[in-house]
């Protein structure tokens, strides 16, 4: 009976190991009987699209991988020609995407990203709320322009530096933690916090006893921080303790013999509770924050640009979104989600005390809050003078922002209309342009002798080195992302000429007695829930074309229930598999998964809440989402026939 049961327990190991290629293979043959009965181009397109989704769902193969599924089974199934397939998979925002990682590799590669966020930290200040609110603002800005997964890796270096200094500084000086600049605080507090520390210290003593068995909450490693960041930032080291590098406390080398070992807890790295609770704050302001930014511009993450390419392909003749328009709608949002999710983190870690935590008076600081400031300061003076390259870099933020926003501001002519062609110029021209100059741009100031501060490549030896480099282009560009996006493109084009887009919404006619805000409602509470537990750029592609048919079905604006639901997939903030920002601040082992869930549903709420006050105030004359547009009856009429 054992060797049985050990028998049965290894087969179920050995299937369990290979569950994703049992599902990659068994998901296409159990789904094969669908076209096979019914060989109609709608039923075809099903069984493609329906393959590509759970392959995206459960990511059993690569998201890059699944989204290639449409270019060899739309052809074998007559569904289009691998010609028109082909086509789908390079559109104008895959050239908007490429000029932007231009501009991203010149910001990463001179450190400007660095400055400003150092600049801006060193201005909200080091007392706990306003340092989670600086970094937050400072989050949200460069995410508006780089992707949400670089910029959570470039601002989560500076912002455990300061956290390290926090806790170095509250085990050196523990004693005095609670005196601030002028006055001591109650002696209730200091007997609290005195607790607190005898037992968390007593801890760190056995800690060193076991051979660091919490490995799974090591930081990102230093070295991989120095290679694909360039910030390099370690934490300081103290003298007299021996320190490891993965965001955990020094260790005392102390050896206590025949002395039972005691499980250490997540706390017994931090000198207090309230410690761990602003690292755990920081921490996660810095992925919502992210998020948040960017929902800010057409180009702040992929599921913007997905969005912006479907709905112009589909509904060609509407033009309405650009840059300016979608970064009026939006903004506001942001704003307000931004002080909404600070004042929720603030509540649910630091407590209702916004005097003590927030309040800009040096004379209430304490020691620790001073030195994590001088801390600060010191990384910034690290970066020097600014440097010509970072003028450069600056100038071309400032000007790709400008001619985006007045290519077409809809209230008064663009630029655009210099041109005698209209149409030709998109966002993209502005940004492949710019991104092309950077190639051809010394990043050496003209006719001086005095060389620029480099990054350790070839513009040293090289006088007429350019601002970036080929490389410094290919390690930024996700070319996943590009191949993801071009899969949803094909799937809706299969959709459209397959008539699968129509049928659906003919299935959907039963919520014709719905109100319009409350389709947009269960679309944005049903798109939030589903990525939590599936990527975001696959959620959202396979519901844009089911929404678009929703609305065209219910006679809604389409703008009403996709824009909604574009911003909305954005929200897998409860899970570290939710999205990458999540995963890289998880890996720093100051939260636990009970937090993100607890912090991420509270933000989940604000950001549908937001969204929807958006899109039935400011939304409706911006888009006009009172009547059913011309456009969409076009696009309707055409698909019927």
């Not at 590669?109 to 600049?119: D, E, S």
């Not at 109650?186 to 037992?199: Q, T, W």
């Not at 919490?214 to 003298?239: C, H, Y």
């Not at 942001?334 to 509540?347: G, K, R």
Request: proline fraction near 6%; include cysteine; charged fraction near 15%.
């Amino acid at each position: 009976m054992r060797l049985e049961a050990a028998a049965r327990m290894d087969l179920f190991r050995k299937l369990w190991r290979a569950r994703k290629l049992i599902l990659v293979v068994f998901i296409p043959l159990s789904l094969l009987p669908l076209p096979l009965i019914h060989p109609t181009s709608e039923a075809c397109c099903a069984y493609v699209l329906m393959v590509t989704a759970v392959y995206w769902v459960s990511e059993a193969v690569p998201l890059g991988a699944a989204a290639l599924v449409p270019a060899f089974l739309y052809p074998l199934f007559g569904v289009l020609k691998s010609s028109e397939v082909a086509a789908e998979y390079c559109k104008d925002t895959t050239l908007l995407l490429m000029g932007v990682i231009c501009l991203a590799a010149s910001i990463e590669k001179w450190n400007l990203h660095k400055r400003i966020a150092l600049r801006m930290v060193m201005i909200a200040g080091a007392k706990p709320g306003m340092l989670v609110l600086g970094f937050m603002c400072c989050t949200v800005f460069l995410s508006m322009w780089l992707s949400n997964t670089s910029t959570t890796a470039m601002v989560m270096p500076i912002a455990e530096a300061v956290l390290q200094q926090l806790i170095c500084t509250g085990l050196a000086d523990s004693h005095n933690d609670s005196e601030t600049a002028e006055a001591p605080e109650n002696d209730s507090a200091v007997s609290d916090r005195e607790e607190n520390l005898d037992k968390n210290q007593l801890e760190l003593l056995y800690r060193n006893d076991s051979d660091c068995t919490k490995q799974e909450l090591s930081t990102l490693s230093e070295v991989q921080t120095e290679e694909v960041n360039g910030l390099g930032l370690r934490p300081v080291s103290n003298p007299g303790y021996n320190r490891h590098t993965n965001g955990h406390l020094p260790q005392v080398a102390i050896e206590f013999p025949n002395v039972k070992r005691v499980k250490a807890r997540r706390d017994s790295q931090y000198p207090t509770k309230r410690d761990h609770m602003i690292c755990k704050c920081l921490s996660l302001s810095i992925t919502y924050a992210a998020t948040i930014g960017g929902l800010i511009t057409i180009t702040g993450t992929s599921t913007n640009l997905i969005f912006a390419e479907q709905f112009n392909t589909r509904y060609p003749d509407a033009k309405v979104i650009n840059f300016g328009t979608w970064f009026i709608f939006s903004f506001p949002i942001a704003i307000i989600m931004l002080v909404l999710t600070w004042l929720w983190l603030h509540f649910l870690f630091l407590g209702c005390n916004f005097r003590e935590t927030c309040s800009l008076s040096k004379k209430r600081k304490t020691r620790r809050e001073m030195l994590s400031e001088r801390r600060i300061q010191e990384e910034y003076a690290k970066l020097g003078a600014i440097s010509y390259p970072e003028v450069v870099t600056g100038v071309f933020f400032v000007l790709m922002t400008l001619l985006w926003f007045t290519r077409e501001p809809g209230f008064v002519p663009g630029w655009t209309s210099l041109f005698e062609k209209k149409g030709y110029r998109t966002d993209a021209t502005v940004s492949v342009l710019l991104g092309f100059l950077l190639f051809l741009i010394p990043a050496r100031r003209p006719f001086s002798p005095s060389s620029c501060k480099n990054t350790g490549d070839d513009s040293e030896s090289d006088p007429l080195a350019p601002m970036i480099t080929w490389k410094d282009f290919q390690r930024l560009m996700p070319w996943e992302i590009v191949i993801l996006v071009g899969g949803g493109y094909a799937l809706a084009a299969g959709c459209k000429v397959s008539g699968l887009s129509v049928w659906i919404g003919r299935q959907l006619e039963p919520m014709s007695g719905l109100p319009p805000w409350a389709v947009t409602l269960l679309a944005c509470l049903l798109v939030s829930a589903v990525t939590e537990f599936a990527s975001n750029p696959a959620t959202l592609t396979v519901f844009l074309p089911i929404l678009s048919a929703l609305s065209e079905t219910l006679r809604i604006n389409p703008l009403h229930t996709l824009i909604p639901s574009t911003m909305c997939v954005s929200f897998g903030v409860m899970l570290p598999v939710g999205n990458p920002p999540n995963a890289i601040v998880f890996s720093y082992g100051h939260v636990k998964i009970s937090d993100m869930v607890k912090a991420g549903f509270g933000v989940n709420l604000i950001g549908v809440a937001v969204v929807m006050l958006a899109i039935t105030t400011w939304g409706v004359p911006l888009f006009n989402l009172t009547e059913f547009p011309a456009w969409a009856v076009a696009r309707n009429v055409t698909g019927s026939l």
